[in-house]
C-alpha cells in the first residue's frame, strides 16, 4: 500500500476512503498527519514500547500485547518482500514459512485503538494488523502500513487523491 502509484484507480479510490474516514474519525487530516509524524520520530519505532502505547499530544494509540523488536524486524522484512498479489505468507517450501506464521499468529489478534485527546475531535478508530483473505492469503492491513509505515508524503498523496469519476 505504501507504493500507492502502482495501485489502479479503484484501489486507489478505496484506500483515499479508508485512510480519509480514519483521519476524520482522529479530529482530522492534520491531527492525523501529526500522529504518523509523531510516531515516525519516535525512537526506538512505537510498536516496540513496553507499555503497549503511544502517546503523544494529539492522542494515544493503545494495542494488547508488547510486539518484541525481533518480531518488529521480520514484519518489516516481510513488508518489503510481500508478493506481487501483497500475500505475506509465504510458500510452504521456504524456509522463512514457519517464523512468518509464527509472526502472523502471534500478532493478527491484537487491536489497535486509535484515540484523540479530546473527545470532541472524534470517537477514534480501531484496526488489526493484518487481513486474512483465506487459509493461505493474509495481506497487511492498510491502515496499519499507513499508521506505523508508509511515508508521510504517501499518507499526504493517498488523503488528497481526487477520485476519478466514473
Known amino acids: 500500500m505504501c507504493d500507492f502509484n502502482n495501485l489502479d484507480s479503484a484501489a486507489k479510490t478505496a484506500y483515499h476512503n479508508q485512510l480519509l474516514k480514519c483521519a476524520e474519525a482522529f479530529g482530522g487530516v492534520n491531527y492525523f498527519l501529526q500522529l504518523l509524524e509523531a510516531i515516525r520520530k519516535t525512537k526506538p519505532h512505537p510498536l516496540t514500547a513496553k507499555h503497549s502505547e ?26 518489503v518482500n510481500e508478493n506481487e498479489d501483497g500475500n505475506l505468507i509465504p510458500a510452504e517450501d521456504d524456509k522463512s514459512f514457519k517464523k512468518v506464521m509464527n509472526l502472523l499468529r502471534t500478532i493478527q489478534p491484537i487491536e489497535f485503538t486509535v484515540m484523540p485527546k479530546n473527545n470532541k475531535d472524534g470517537e477514534g478508530f480501531t484496526f488489526h494488523a493484518f487481513d486474512i483473505v483465506d487459509k493461505e492469503t493474509t495481506k497487511i492491513n492498510p491502515i496499519f502500513d499507513a499508521v506505523f509505515f508508509c511515508s508521510v508524503d504517501t499518507i499526504k498523496k493517498v488523503l488528497t487523491y481526487t477520485p476519478k469519476a466514473s
Do not use: M, P
Not at 503523544?56 to 518489516?76: A, H, M, N, P, Q
Open 54 to 79: 503511544f502517546r503523544f499530544s494529539r492522542g494515544i494509540v493503545k494495542w494488547e500485547k508488547v510486539i518484541f523488536k525481533d518480531k518488529l524486524t521480520l514484519l518489516t522484512a516481510i513488508r
